[in-house]
């Protein structure tokens, strides 16, 4: 939640990740919601926010852990194909009796 007042100025973000290492900087912005686009599939990672102000730098927030995950357009199409395969043996059997 972003602070009740700015003090008259602008603030910016700035937003730091850890893979299991140390922490660094990966962006600065003013918006309130920010997407990391250079991760890597089921890798987690931890992120940290701090705000700055013409006051300073304020603490760091708590930790948020997040582990990215691409949808996979090949297994859903083999998932599919499977579902229908086997609604038509199903459909087939049927006829069958």
């Known amino acids: 939640m972003p602070p009740a007042t700015t003090g008259g100025s ?3 973000y700035t937003i730091c990740r850890s893979d299991g ?3 660094s900087a990966i962006a600065q912005t003013g918006a309130l919601t ?3 686009t250079s991760v890597q599939d089921g890798k ?3 992120y940290q926010v701090s705000a700055t102000n013409l006051l300073g730098e304020g603490s760091k927030t ?3 852990v997040a582990v990215p995950a691409s949808f996979d357009y090949f297994l859903l199409a083999l998932v599919v194909i499977f579902v229908g395969l086997l609604i038509l043996w199903f459909i ?6």
Not at 92 to 97: D, E, G, I
């Open 44 to 46: 987690p990672y931890t």
């Open 34 to 36: 920010y997407n990391d």
């Open 10 to 12: 602008s603030i910016i």
């Open 92 to 97: 087939v059997s049927r006829h069958r009796r």
């Open 62 to 64: 708590g930790t948020a």
């Open 21 to 23: 290492s140390a922490y």
